[in-house]
């Protein structure tokens, strides 16, 4: 049985009484490509203990559970545990947890597995993706890697650098704590059903030693949100969001890193951010 044809889904939503549900984001995926442009890149071996996200009937697990030495998967719609125990019966590596990924321990689960990490991947609901990634990485997952597909217009965001429309605080707190590669652009016709927007999967390799040397790395995200709060104001304006800074102080930090203080935040890179978090961490002000 092809798990991923829409004849599939469809017999699967009879048989079962199920109703896909628009507010949990599912829109499954229905291309085999695609599902094997996921596995593939996530380099799953048979040492491997991969956590799903959002498995819904199936189609990713099954894959994953064939190279992998154990998966977990968390789905939050309850409607869909008994579908998963059918359709991935055929495995004994296979966990799947009915839970609300954001309110999920995956530090726990990964060391009860007796992992030391874990390959996460999954096909995002896209009105969380960014509390999942952000969540994933500040917490300090014990992750590898993240490959996940999510919305096109927020990887296109993850991705940006410096001076581009889309590079903002999502940007540069990504890049700060993984290398991003793009493993494939998903045109909206191969989810069933098929979402408004297009689609983008992103391996998220965390960084074992992170691109910068911060003294204090919550001055150095206070930095960025203030930078990025006040997009249209100049530097020596936004960046007075840190708090407990006065403009001179502000225009102080500017002139002896040679930033111009008339440059806006979203032409700062990751490292210009770094000193000027490492300049206020040590008290110049
Ligand atoms: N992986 C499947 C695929 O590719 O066909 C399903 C992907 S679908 C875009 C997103 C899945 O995430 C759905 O099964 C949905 O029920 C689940 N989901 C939504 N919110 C979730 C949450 N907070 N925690 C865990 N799973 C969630």
New binding site residues.
Partial sequence: MKLYAPSTIRGIKEQYGFKL?KS??????TDKNIIDKIIDSTDITDEDLVIE?????G??TYEAAQQAKKVIA????KN?IPILKDTLGEFDNVEIIN????KTDLNQIIAESGCREAKII????YY?TTPIIMGILESNTHADSITIMMQKEVADRIKAGPGSKTYGALSVAVQYYCEVETVAIVPKEVFFPAPKVDSAVLKLVIRKEKPVELIDEKMFFRCIKAGFGQRRKTLSNSLMGIGDVTKEQVKACLEELGIDEKRRAETLSLEEFANVANYFSKGEK
């Fill in positions: 549900s949990l984001g599912q829109n499954f995926l996200i959002g498995p819904g009937i189609v990713l968390v789905e939050i719609d869909l839970q609300d990924v954001l999954g096909n995002l609901p969380i």
